[in-house]
């Protein structure tokens, strides 16, 4: 019988939560690396007893893990992230030019085909790959080194690189997205880059359509359709049919369009799920209820998913990295929230349940579907 | 033999649980001891030094005979007692972060 299993990463730990296909019963297994911030926590698709984690903390820096037997147990891997040649500036909040320094990896994305492999979107923004398991790193400092590496500059979250969507189609095609610089893509498996942000339009820029700057918070595939990408942007939800050489905006009756996480159901690739934020000043949902909104038309036309769900005095966030779907029939959805509720519905999105209430902040979710 | 105590975070890293005993060669200073501690634990790279700079840092302090030698010079001499191993060297988790 099918299984899932959830990771976790919180700010005071991980945490593996795995339940058979029914996905009504919930095994809580953690935390590990109690008290380190986890990053982000994901599996191979080859080799799911194969997963990597991203830990930290502000004493001691950045740490990775590895498991070779789906959780059960850790061990060290390398946590060397040396940029390539002499890092150089970029902009920092006050306009001057600001040293490029390591400070943490936000996100893991292990190859479609090779267990060994794995990427790492790191803070201050770049893209290392790893080729033997984590234990050593090398930079793809094209991305980096692209012409208006300058110009990029940190969000409120930092200049982190938060989204690696590697195409299931093609091998040497890879996009990225940078808070708070934008998304880019290599048609060369990460050798060079370039901005693919034309539609895209941010008020708070001096020039709203300019080539980078923007700040996006998330992007989201569906395998079966690499040309189309849904984002969440700082504010507007976007979409691309044409692997981003333009994108135009699907907000539509959403009720605000700011928020941080996207994600596009398992087997509809017209299905997609958001979780509206108030503001950028205000992160919590509109009104205190917590809703996903969903759109089975791919955009524009949005309704609110409530069952089971807060409706009154909620103001959790959903952090960009907290939103993942499983591949069962019928499609599993989760999210995390800086409450620490995991929430999961069994029935794409039509009714939701906690599978925990009281974790640390919820700083990502992915699941695994396994056999 | 050098007694060393790490900060409870990192005592859970590399999955001991007390304080331990490294053998270290005259001169014994922080940054002998720190290389023989991170040879013999090596997944304590970059969590006590810098990698690149090989500095302290910022949120990590050494301590010995009570007295705080976080701005000592690297190469500096440890204090006798704790170059004899009779009173262990510190190295603790400043009051930061949450």
């Known amino acids: 019988m099918s299984k899932v299993r959830v990771l976790v990463g919180t700010r005071k730990g991980a945490f ?44 001691s820096g950045q740490v990775m893990q590895r498991s070779d037997d789906g959780g059960k147990t850790w061990n060290p891997v390398g946590n060397q992230f040396p940029y390539d040649g002499i890092p150089g500036t970029h902009q920092w909040y006050d306009g001057t030019q600001h040293p490029w320094e390591f400070k943490r990896v936000w996100h ?40 208006t590496g300058p110009k990029w500059q940190p969000g409120a979250g930092g200049m982190c690189l938060h989204t690696i969507l590697l195409d299931p189609s093609d091998p040497k095609r890879i996009f990225i997205a940078i808070s708070a610089a934008g998304v880019f893509r290599s048609d060369d498996a990460g050798s060079t880059w370039r901005p693919i942000t034309r539609g895209l339009k941010s008020n708070f820029l001096p020039d709203p359509t300019a080539e980078v700057g923007h700040c996006v918070h998330r992007i989201a595939m569906h395998r079966s359709r690499p040309e189309t990408l849904f984002m ?138 396994l056999a | 033999m050098i007694r060393v105590v790490l900060p409870s975070h990192l005592r859970k890293l590399v999955q001991i649980e007390d304080e331990l005993t490294l053998a270290v060669e005259a001169p014994v200073t922080q940054r002998s001891v720190l290389d023989a501690l991170e040879a013999a634990f090596p997944a304590l790279r970059g969590t006590i030094r810098d990698y690149n700079t090989q500095q302290r840092r910022a949120f990590i302090r050494f301590f010995g005979c009570s007295e705080d030698l976080s701005h000592e010079a690297p190469d500096a001499l440890l204090p006798d007692k704790v170059a004899d191993g009779s009173e262990p060297f510190l190295i603790v988790g400043a009051i930061a972060g949450g």
């Open chain 1, 108 to 147: 893991l994305e292990p190859s479609l085909n090779d267990p060994e492999t794995v990427y790492a979107g790191v803070e201050d923004a770049a893209l290392f790959r790893s080729s033997d398991g984590g234990q050593t790193w090398s930079e793809l400092s094209g991305l980096r080194n692209h012409d």
């Open chain 1, 232 to 369: 969440q942007k700082h504010w507007d939800v976007m979409r691309t049919d044409d692997a981003g050489e333009s994108w135009h905006e699907v907000s539509g009756n959403l009720p605000t369009d700011f928020g941080f996480v996207i994600d596009v159901h398992a087997h509809e690739p017209e299905t997609i799920y958001v979780v509206p934020i108030k503001s950028d000043g205000e992160h919590f949902p509109p009104d205190g209820k917590l809703r996903v909104f969903r759109s089975r038309t791919g955009g524009n036309e949005w309704e609110p998913l409530t069952a089971g769900l807060p409706q009154e005095n909620c103001y959790v966030n959903v952090l960009r990295d907290a939103m993942a779907v499983d591949s069962l029939d019928a499609c599993g959805i989760y999210f995390g929230t800086t409450g620490g509720q995991v929430y999961a519905s069994a029935d794409g999105g039509d009714t939701w349940a906690p599978i925990v209430r009281d974790l640390p902040a919820v700083l990502s979710v992915e699941v695994q579907t």
């Open chain 1, 16 to 59: 593996v939560l795995s339940a058979d296909g029914k996905r009504k019963n919930w095994t809580v297994d953690g935390p590990y690396f109690a008290g380190w911030e986890i990053y982000h926590v994901k599996g191979s698709p080859v080799n799911p007893d194969r997963i990597y984690a991203s830990q930290s903390s502000g004493w």
